[in-house]
């Protein structure tokens, strides 16, 4: 038994069709966007991250003088869950990220140009949270914008990088401001000094269902279980349910609505596996 994305699971069960071994797949992507969950054991912890850190630059913008734009790239080819999550840094003492850009809307770098130019004339220094995976209307990546793109993942995606720093240099181009760009990369998925209470308490809860899975179980018909947690009421642990079917359908971030208006998430929108 051992924990995999979905694409790993799916590959599995291709090789080995009728296969009299119980699989028992434990979701664990820090993406969140698995269909059927209310989310996943590694969301909570990445979200902690990148909402603390958010807010630690945006602090640290504050002491210059010198008018800025700091662009960070989080993680998300698909789902902006992660990058959502930086408005847990918001707070009453810290105005959070100026603008959010996540996968599920089209992005159109004019019209972000003309966002920073305004947000300019009303404050110094600026901070974007972007997700990897933005896209233009015609579907290419806006890191495909500047360069072409490297190796792929073992899933076979091309390895997306260089979101922010396209977006710096577009910024100094046509702006003429200072820029920087800031990629968490790896940093967001395995900072284990800020990883969440919830999500220890909830990989210990998933990963002890799937061994009594395994064990009670009789031998399937349909051998592959999917063990994944459904939203409860506030502060309640969620419940541990079983599928017999293996989610497809990728969950994307429903607040298509505000990520329109471009503006900042309210703390609401945030899970509490992230505390």
């Given amino acids: 038994m051992t924990a995999w994305t979905r694409s790993a699971s799916c590959r599995i069960t291709g090789e080995k069709p009728g296969s009299s071994i119980r699989f028992i797949g434990v979701p664990k992507t820090i993406d969140n966007d ?3 969950t209310d989310h996943t054991p590694g969301f909570g912890s990445a979200a902690k991250y990148i909402g603390t850190t958010i807010k630690e630059i945006v602090r640290d913008s504050l002491v210059y003088d010198m008018r800025s734009v700091t662009i960070v790239e989080i993680m998300g080819r698909n789902a902006g869950w992660l990058t959502a999550a930086a408005a847990l840094a918001k707070s009453d003492d810290c105005e959070g990220a100026d603008l959010l850009y996540l996968p599920e809307v089209d992005f159109d770098p004019d019209r972000f140009v003309e966002k920073v130019k305004q947000l300019q004339e009303k404050k110094g220094n600026i901070v974007i949270a972007v997700s990897e995976g933005i896209r233009t209307r015609d579907g290419v990546y806006v890191c495909e914008l500047q360069e072409t793109l490297g190796p792929q993942d073992a899933f076979g995606h091309k390895i997306l ?11 100094s181009q046509r702006l003429g401001i200072k820029a920087r760009a800031i990629e968490l990369s790896t940093l967001q998925r395995c900072s284990s000094h800020m990883v969440s209470r919830m999500d220890i308490t909830e990989a210990y809860q998933v990963g002890g269902a799937a061994v009594c899975a395994a064990e009670e179980g009789p031998a399937p018909a349909k051998w592959l279980d999917f063990l994944a947690f459904r939203k409860t009421p506030i502060n309640a642990l969620p419940s541990c349910m079983i599928f017999t079917k293996l989610p497809i359908k990728r ?7 505000l990520m329109r208006k471009e503006t900042a998430l309210p703390k609401k929108c945030c899970p509490i596996c992230a505390r």
């Fill in 161 to 171: 990088t260089g979101t922010a720093r396209y977006l710096a240099s577009l910024l």
């Fill in 34 to 36: 698995l269909e059927g």
């Fill in 251 to 257: 969950k994307k971030f429903p607040a298509i609505g």
